[in-house]
């Protein structure tokens, strides 16, 4: 079951890696392609956190943030490993995985994360963010989602 868990992840990776490729292939750095009246895709580049937190910090943040994606991948998969019979938990935290290490790989190639998905109403942007990004966002709803089902009771003492 781990493996499939794990499988799911990679696939989380490929789509994202295949998206941010398509976009860096199609667009310059900055250059906005008008979708509808509220979403553009755009080439952007975040060397900081989300919503572009510490993108000025002088570069050491490339490597914090790559250390806890490599922690927290870890931990993550000890989880999947530990509680891969419970489904919602474990689909969670395989877009959370995917996410991290879609991330991740960005980081350690080009030093930034390739963001593309411009949501915006008039000229107020939100952040521009990414399919790995997604993921990680999906994973954490489905976590919280997870926490409110009522579960049997071998089944929460096991967690």
């Known amino acids: 079951m781990l493996v499939k868990w794990l499988a799911a992840s990679v696939l989380v990776i ?18 906005s392609y008008t979708v509808t009246g509220f979403f553009n895709l755009v080439l952007w580049h975040n060397t900081g956190a989300s919503f572009g937190m510490l993108d000025d910090a002088g570069g050491w943040q490339r490597w914090l943030f790559s250390g806890i994606a490599t922690v927290v991948a870890g931990w993550i998969i000890w989880l999947l490993r530990k509680h891969q019979q419970q489904k919602l938990f474990c689909i969670a935290l395989l877009f959370i995985l995917g996410g991290a290490l879609g991330n991740l790989i960005d980081r350690l190639l080009y030093g930034y994360v390739v963001d593309f998905l411009d949501f915006h109403w008039n000229d107020s942007h939100f952040a521009t963010f990414n399919l790995a990004d997604s993921a990680i966002n999906l994973g954490a709803a489905l976590l919280l989602w997870d926490s409110f089902i009522k579960k049997p009771e071998n089944e929460t003492a096991a967690r």
């Open 14 to 31: 490929v789509l994202d890696q295949a998206a941010k490729l398509w976009i860096s292939s199609h667009f310059a750095y900055g250059e």
